[in-house]
């Protein structure tokens, strides 16, 4: 995977971060892998707790710095124990978007998240289609099954900046504590928000390259204004500055959520599509993914 100049070694001797332009809490580096210590830090993360405006205070000079803002659940053990491999992952720029989401899609449509033809666990209904039977229904076609893919959702128009909505869209998760236990403030040195996956190793979807998830982040910053807030073991929080605002776009936008991520679809309070798109997409400003 491609990388960038890591400044985060210079926090070994420099903890509170000065000569980065930074005013740091104490915290702790993190360069444990699969595979043993990697050869330099994969990114830092604050002892304490996050709290609200704690992302907005760090977020711009840490951006100068060449590190971007992230929330790390330390209540599942946190990155020390989360398996990263950042070995394995591909740089997200290689990737195109619309071939993974038309390649998960088909994943999908073939019969469950791994394709093995059992059904939803919950019993998701998708109109007049079956799981898997001949595909499922997206209403005038089946997808993707006898019909095709549909294709990526169109974009949308911001309804905020970018970065402030990912400042509220932490200072919220700080104060909630949902879906993340206990979430820190961590820095990660990566070219853009949705490389920040791939950059530290994370696995969450149990997919072997965290790059190709990146592709797909990369296509949602461009099109919803999306950035990554905060990773669990197996979750990934989203931040939208450029939400759905009609259902039809709600529910093409839907395809792609389940396409990259079906047990977030499938095994979760939604019974169909529609009435996934209408509670967690459309003028949803966050978007939370996870993976069994």
């Known amino acids: 995977m491609a990388t960038l100049p890591n400044p985060l070694p210079t926090l070994a001797s420099d903890p509170s971060g000065r000569s980065l332009g930074l005013r740091l809490p104490p915290g702790k580096l993190i360069d444990t892998t699969v595979d043993g210590s990697w050869p330099e830090p994969l ?10 405006g704690a992302w907005a205070a760090l977020g711009g000079p840490a951006h100068r710095a060449g590190l971007l803002p992230v929330l790390v659940d330390l209540g599942d053990g946190g ?28 994943r999908v449509g073939a019969g469950g998240p791994s394709g093995d033809g059992e059904p939803p ?7 007049d289609g079956e799981w898997p039977g ?46 993340l236990a206990r979430p820190h403030l961590a820095l990660v040195p990566a070219r853009r928000s949705a490389d920040i996956p791939a950059a530290i190793g994370w696995g969450g979807p149990a997919d072997d390259d965290t790059g190709r998830l990146g592709a797909v982040l990369r296509s949602w910053e461009d099109r919803f204004g999306i950035r990554v807030v905060a990773l669990g073991y197996a979750h990934l929080l989203l931040s939208v500055a450029a939400p759905p605002t009609t259902p039809a776009h709600a529910r093409a936008l839907a395809a792609e959520h389940l396409a990259l991520s079906p047990d977030t679809v499938l095994r979760g309070d939604a019974r169909s599509l529609d009435a996934y798109a209408e509670q967690h997409v459309l003028d949803r400003t966050s978007w939370h993914f996870w993976w069994d």
């Open 43 to 52: 990114l830092w993360h604050a002892e304490q707790s996050a709290s609200s």
């Open 79 to 106: 990155p020390a124990a989360w398996e990263l491999a950042p070995a394995e992952m591909s740089y997200p720029g290689d990737h195109d978007a619309r071939e993974l989401l038309a390649e998960y899609g088909e």
């Open 121 to 127: 666990r919950n019993g998701v209904s998708f109109g």
């Open 134 to 179: 001949d595909g499922v229904s997206f209403g005038d076609g089946e997808w993707p099954g006898d019909g095709e893919w549909p294709g990526p959702a169109p974009a949308a128009a911001l309804t905020a900046d970018p970065a402030g909505r990912a400042a509220e869209t932490a200072d919220a998760l700080a104060e909630s504590r949902a879906p």
